[in-house]
Each structure stands twice: as structure tokens, then as C-alpha cells.
């Protein structure tokens, strides 16, 4: 069974452009969630959709930030216009069953580089 | 103040080591406590959970919660050089999904 891809796996862009980022779950889970790890910090939460609907969006820094999952299937993460800021690590979890912490599987991640 | 309090390392061993890792924390909500390990370039990877207080045991890994104290640990026994790799904690309420992480901590285990 193939796990959580992720693609790209690494994507640099000037400040301002535009990036998409998209996310793979495993198949069949109907829960996808959306992390980021900036250099030297913790990995934070940033949203959770359950099929295409999102559950919590919480982590979500700011409006240029917009995730989306249609169909309830893969997911993508854009961001428009990036900052220097938005640089880190942007990693995708998949679950079958909510609230079980042993059910998220994480993907390898994307890197991006903002320069 | 942060969340999840974990020391980055780096820890260095020499193979056949005991080595403890650990995290505090502030949020006494909390009740699903979390190990994963992440190998360079991959994602993390779930090695063990418990919930609420106690300890749990898998093979050579033990995990340790003191929720009186807000702190977590894991014990690798017997280390080996594949060990080495950043082990991250973490911990949820168990309501909303939303996991909290420590920063991690990088583990080089020495042939």
C-alpha cells in the first residue's frame, strides 16, 4: 500500500510568486491534515480536513495561505504571494479513523525556499 | 511560552547505550503523548504512544508519562547505529486532531 506523497519535494520561488503544494493521502482516509516546520522550530498544525470539508483551520498563518481538497481525495496547499517567512517544511498526515493518535501517517514533505 | 519543551541535542552515544529522551509540558489537557522518529529528509514516523499516565513498553523502546510533573519520556535500550535520527514528542488533548511538538532532538548512535 503506498504511503503519504507529497509533491514537490522541494520548490524554491522569488517573494511573491506563487506556489502549490499537494498532498496524496493514503487511500481511503478520509482525514488529511497539513503541518509546517519552520528552520530550528517545532512542526505546527495548520489545518485538518475531513473528506473535503475542513474541520479546523486554526493553524492557518494568514489569507494567503489556501488549502483546498476537492473531491475529498488529494489536497493542495497554495500559497500567494509567499514571504520569506513562509520558508520550512510543509508536511501532509492521512488517517483512517479521527481522534486515534497511533492513525496519522506522515508524508516525506516539501521544502520550500523563499528567496 | 511554548507548548512542548524538548532539547534539540545534539545526543551523541556510543552503541549499546541507554539513552533518555524527554519533554515537558504546560497544557495539562493533554492525554494522548507521542514518539515519532525522523530519519533525514523523510517524514516522521509514529514509534510509540500512551495515554494518560504510566509507561508502555515495545521492544527495546519505553515510554514514560508523568503527567503530575508535565513530563514525557523515551528510553532506547541497547541503542544501535540505526537508531540515529531526530525523535520528536508529541501530545494532543485528543479533541480536534490538532498534535503539539517539541522541537525534537538529533540521536547519533556510534558504532
Known amino acids: 500500500e503506498a504511503g503519504v506523497t507529497q509533491f514537490p519535494s522541494h520548490s524554491v520561488i522569488e517573494k511573491g510568486q506563487t506556489v502549490t503544494l499537494r498532498c496524496d493521502p493514503i487511500s481511503g482516509h478520509d482525514n488529511l491534515y497539513w503541518y509546517r516546520r519552520v528552520m530550528g522550530k517545532e512542526i505546527k498544525f495548520l489545518l485538518h480536513?475531513?473528506?473535503?470539508?475542513?474541520?479546523?483551520e486554526s493553524g492557518m498563518p494568514n489569507n494567503r495561505f489556501l488549502a483546498e481538497r476537492t473531491g475529498g481525495t488529494y489536497s493542495t496547499l497554495k500559497v500567494q504571494p509567499a514571504e520569506l517567512e513562509d520558508s520550512g517544511v510543509y508536511f501532509c498526515a492521512s488517517s483512517q479513523v479521527a481522534g486515534g493518535p497511533d492513525t496519522q501517517y506522515f508524508g516525506p514533505g516539501t521544502r520550500l525556499t523563499v528567496l | 511560552q511554548k507548548e512542548v519543551e524538548q532539547d534539540p541535542g545534539p545526543l551523541s552515544v556510543p552503541e549499546g547505550a541507554i539513552v533518555s529522551l524527554n519533554c515537558t509540558y504546560s497544557n495539562s489537557a493533554f492525554q494522548y503523548f507521542m514518539w515519532y522518529r525522523q530519519y533525514s529528509r523523510k517524514g516522521p514516523e509514529l514509534l510509540m504512544y500512551t495515554y494518560s499516565s504510566g509507561n508502555k513498553e515495545d521492544g527495546r523502546f519505553t515510554a514514560q508519562v508523568d503527567k503530575s510533573s508535565k513530563y514525557i519520556s523515551l528510553f532506547i535500550r541497547d541503542s544501535q547505529p540505526s537508531d540515529s535520527a531526530t525523535y520528536l514528542c508529541?501530545?494532543?488533548?485528543?479533541?480536534?486532531?490538532?498534535?503539539?511538538f517539541g522541537t525534537g532532538t538529533s540521536l547519533t548512535v556510534i558504532p
Open positions: 480536513f475531513v473528506k473535503e470539508s475542513k474541520q479546523d
Open positions: 508529541a501530545m494532543t488533548s485528543g479533541l480536534g486532531n490538532q498534535f503539539y
